[in-house]
């Protein structure tokens, strides 16, 4: 029997799992990230509904339960700055009595990474330059390493996949802006207060900012929607911070002061709100896992759970084929529901965080006015209903893929 090969880029969420997977079934996995090391910082991701089930098969699920990110009561503002009430915003997001999991991208990144440094190849600070794709593999050239040949090539390099554009073409035929963009980074350690936390809203844009505890840095969060979304340079500092500015420039509360911090912040998130939709996750031997292949859009909420679920379905069906090509359309035709389901609930216009005119968000203070009422009642879960159905609309096969035999016969576990 030949050991089988994988190489996929991307070090972040999906990349991880995948590896994981395929080196429980034998397979010999290189993950090629484009970073000189793994991010450790970030925002709050959730894992929820079907990758709770996949985290608990790697045996991860205690770990990431312990690191699960603890809000603070949040203030939310009135448009004119006023205080309208004090919310629970952990318990708004989620539930207390369900398995699911808030914590930040970083330290779910570095969980994974640790659950594989040991089996699987990691090769930071390099990228794939061209793709040759053959009928019994791929020829690979990177930036700096020698050339390699793999049975298969998976991307889990993000929405902006530099696998996707090799293999499948330019991103303009399957990035869809939905209208805002989010930025996130972190604060001086002394501009806010320990245990404090602010949600500020205009119609159009939205303010969020939290401070945990003493010794963690006070991160903000800010969206708004642009009327011309991708046409702002994300890696230009400065473009960042005059469409901020501008964004936000009738605001009555500390929004200019978090923005002039952006200058020097480490560590910036700012990018679209965007979907990746495709009629087709494959081509040949290279296949996309996770926002590369089918990003929900970042204020979902829904991405991480679908690239844990999407790693773990496509390992499953490498392992239970003998032709890629056959594994990745089994993938893609197991995953196609459950991915439009999620993308659907994202293409709202009335979400909690950003309201788009002035009467959506009157409503939605409204609500969130009335959730410590509904937490005295049990019923907050209610607002989350349709996030929860739609990430658990997916169900695993009964068998994991430990001890699969490594030459993707098709008696392995599925």
Not at 25 to 35: H, S
Not at 283 to 302: I, K, M, N, T
Request: charged share 25%; glycine share 8%.
């Amino acid at each position: 029997m030949t050991t089988r090969t994988a190489l996929i880029s991307g070090a972040s969420i999906a990349g991880p799992v995948l590896a994981y997977w395929l080196s429980e079934a034998g397979w010999e996995v290189t993950v090629v990230e484009r970073a000189d090391r793994l991010r450790t910082s970030g925002y709050p991701v959730d894992v929820r509904g079907t990758a709770v089930d996949v985290i608990r098969r790697m045996g991860l699920y205690d770990e990431i339960a312990e690191q699960r990110y603890r809000h603070v009561p949040v203030q939310l503002l009135a448009p004119s700055g006023r205080r309208l009430c004090t919310l629970d915003y952990g318990n708004l997001i989620g539930s207390s009595s369900s398995d699911d999991i808030e914590l930040t991208r970083g330290v779910l990144s570095e969980i994974l990474y640790g659950a594989t440094e040991d089996r699987v190849n990691y090769v930071f600070a390099d990228g794939i330059a061209t793709l040759s794709a053959a009928d019994v593999a791929v020829d690979v050239t990177f930036r700096r390493r020698r050339t390699e040949t793999f049975d298969v090539v998976v991307g889990a390099d993000g929405i902006h996949s530099n696998v996707r554009a090799l293999a499948m073409g330019d991103a303009s035929r399957y990035l869809h802006h939905l209208g805002p963009y989010a930025a996130v980074w972190d604060l001086p350690a002394d501009m806010f207060e320990p245990g404090t936390g602010f949600f500020y809203s205009h119609p159009g844009r939205t303010v969020l900012v939290e401070r945990p505890s003493d010794g963690v840095p006070a991160r903000a969060f800010l969206t708004f929607v642009h009327p011309a979304p991708g046409t702002v340079d994300t890696h230009d500092r400065d473009d960042v911070l005059a469409t901020l500015h501008r964004a936000f420039a009738g605001d009555r509360w500390r929004t200019g002061e978090v923005i002039d911090t952006l200058a020097d912040a480490d560590d910036v998130y700012f990018d679209t709100v965007s979907q990746v939709r495709m009629d087709s996750w494959y081509s040949g031997r290279v296949a996309l896992v996770g926002d590369a292949a089918y990003a929900p859009a970042f204020l979902s909420g829904q991405g991480t759970s679908i690239a844990i679920a999407g790693a773990y379905v496509l390992a499953s069906e490498l392992v239970a084929h003998d032709r890629p090509e056959q594994a990745f359309a089994a993938y893609q035709q197991r995953m196609r529901s459950y991915v439009q389901k999620n993308q659907n609930l994202a293409l709202r216009t009335d979400g909690t965080v950003l309201a788009r005119t002035s009467g959506q968000l009157r409503r939605r203070n409204l609500k969130l006015c009335a959730v410590p009422l509904l937490q005295r009642l049990g019923l907050v879960g209610v607002l989350q209903e349709k996030v929860r159905t739609a990430a658990a609309d997916l169900t695993l096969s009964g068998r994991d893929l430990r001890g699969a035999t490594h030459h993707l016969g098709k008696d392995s576990a599925r």
